[in-house]
T-cell receptor
Framework: GNSVTQMEGPVTLSEEAFLTINCTYT??????LFWYVQYPGEGLQLLLK?????DKGSNKGFEATYRKETTSFHLEKGSVQVSDSAVYFC????????????FGKGTKLTVNP | GEEVAQTPKHLVRGEGQKAKLYCAPI?????VFWYQQVLKNEFKFLIS????????ETGMPKERFSAKCLPNSPCSLEIQATKLEDSAVYFC????????????FGDGTRLSIL
């Protein structure tokens, strides 16, 4: 079946540190891949997406590259800010499927000043 | 509207009571999705609609859960005879088209069963 595995948290960083949150997936064909962010008490916001192999999604300084050969979609940011503290979810929509999102379990990021 | 609007924000019910949640998708979006977020952040897909038609209901516990999307009305998710395990945050999302389009989420309804 389809699944997403992302690194266990929580992750605690100092401001301006480099961030990597690992995400790997299991799916047939070419799923579309997403990163969503959930700030405390809020809903999910789409952070970035990639729909085909080697695509790079980017937004607000965050980047992730769709790697078909390693079935990965790792999230990176060069210099985190306190305002980036949130829970990050990697997700996929299977190719040719019902359009439902399959989520990883989320990684909580805390950035300290 | 430009946002997915969910009401109420918080709903408290005694065990065995009925709970009804509402979702107004973004105007012009044809697809509506319901997800349940339980402890430790796990998301579970419940049901999706294409306009007023059920698109995928593979995640619905059919004995007590039902959902509708009727024309010119908010979509609804109803839980009959609630159980403690139904306590969760229920999120609605909408998307414009098929083809792996991003889903836009509401702020969720927190359901607490006492």
């Amino acid at each position: 079946g389809n699944s997403v595995t992302q690194m266990e948290g929580p992750v605690t960083l100092s401001e301006e540190a480099f961030l990597t949150i690992n995400c790997t997936y299991t799916a047939t064909g070419y799923p579309s891949l997403f990163w969503y962010v959930q700030y405390p008490g809020e809903g999910l916001q789409l952070l970035l997406k990639a729909t085909k192999a080697d695509d790079k999604g980017s937004n607000k300084g965050f980047e992730a590259t769709y790697r078909k050969e390693t079935t990965s979609f790792h999230l990176e940011k060069g210099s985190v800010q306190v305002s980036d503290s949130a829970v990050y979810f990697c997700a996929l929509i299977p190719q040719g499927g019902s359009e439902k999102l399959v989520f990883g379990k989320g990684t909580k990021l805390t950035v300290n000043p | 509207g430009e946002e997915v609007a969910q009401t109420p924000k918080h709903l408290v019910r005694g065990e065995g009571q009925k709970a009804k949640l509402y979702c107004a998708p973004i105007k012009g979006h044809s697809y509506v999705f319901w997800y349940q977020q339980v402890l430790k952040n796990e998301f579970k897909f419940l049901i999706s609609f294409q306009n007023e038609n059920v698109f995928d209901e593979t995640g619905m516990p059919k004995e007590r859960f039902s959902a509708k999307c009727l024309p010119n009305s908010p979509c609804s998710l109803e839980i009959q005879a609630t159980k403690l395990e139904d306590s969760a945050v229920y999120f609605c999302a909408s998307s414009q088209y098929r083809g792996n389009q991003p889903q836009h989420f509401g702020d969720g309804t927190r359901l607490s069963i006492l």
